[in-house]
């Protein structure tokens, strides 16, 4: 079974510093890996992915993330981070090997809010 | 991108009362979802759909059915609305390819009062 898990509620960071926003993962294969954002009264938006390929991946706003299958991790970052850049962020996993339910299952973790601090 | 439009953002229903959901997608994807995010819960699937007609039970799906009458429509009913079912509820399709990303709408509030 495939799951995720994001250890922390809630990041807080200065505006300007860089900003990391934890996400571990356990699936039996080659996971796909997807991060999201929400902004208040707002539906997800897609923010990045990893596939395969190189491990750094680049998404909107400035983010990225570091796929490490050592560590089965998948952690976004951001440089600078902006006060705007307050949301809550979702990862998300599918193990595109598990199609048990017939429907290439993606299983969110609970989401972590990030405060920018000004 | 794809466009996932939910038509009612916010709605106030009575307990017992009959509740759609409206969901459009304007892609021509195959794959859509129904989700029901609560805080410290996360997401959690309460249906899908692989086809028009077709439909298949998430994680959650008391409570709930759907309709898939046509590709680019999918509704979610709550048959006789209960307070526990007050949630933000979020629709969703997948393109295909390219690591099949979901793609959601803005989300309907829910209160069952």
């Known amino acids: 079974a495939q799951s995720v898990a994001q250890p922390e509620d809630q990041v807080n960071v200065a505006e300007g510093n860089p900003l990391t926003v934890k996400c571990t993962y356990s699936?039996?294969?080659?996971?796909?890996l997807f991060w999201y954002v929400q902004y208040p009264n707002r539906g997800l938006q897609f923010l990045l992915k990893?596939?395969?390929?190189?491990?750094l991946v680049k998404g909107s706003y400035g983010f990225e993330a570091e796929f490490n299958k050592s560590q089965t991790s998948f952690h976004l970052k951001k440089p600078s981070a902006l006060v705007s850049d307050s949301a809550l962020y979702f990862c998300?996993?599918?193990?595109?090997?598990?199609?048990?339910?017939?429907?290439?299952?993606?299983?969110f973790g609970t989401g972590t809010k990030l405060q920018v601090i000004p | 991108d794809v466009k996932v439009t939910q038509s009612s953002r916010y709605l106030v229903k009575r307990t017992g009362e009959k509740v759609f959901l409206e969901c459009v997608q304007d892609?021509?994807?195959?794959?859509m979802f129904w989700y029901r995010q609560d805080p410290g819960l996360g997401l959690r699937l309460i249906y899908f759909?692989?086809?028009?007609?077709?439909?298949e039970k998430g994680d959650i799906p008391e409570g709930y059915s759907v309709s898939r009458e046509k590709k680019e429509r999918f509704s979610l009913i709550l048959e006789s609305a209960s307070t526990n079912q007050t949630s933000m509820y979020l629709c969703?399709?997948?393109?295909?390819?390219?690591?099949?990303?979901?793609?959601f709408g803005e989300g309907s509030w829910l209160t069952v009062v």
């Open positions: 759909s692989y086809d028009v007609k077709m439909k």
């Open positions: 969703a399709c997948r393109a295909p390819g390219e690591g099949n990303t979901i793609y």
């Open positions: 998300a996993v599918r193990d595109p090997r598990d199609l048990s339910g017939g429907y290439q299952k993606v299983t």
């Open positions: 990893y596939i395969t390929g190189d491990n």
């Open positions: 892609m021509d994807h195959e794959n």
């Open positions: 699936v039996s294969g080659n996971p796909y």
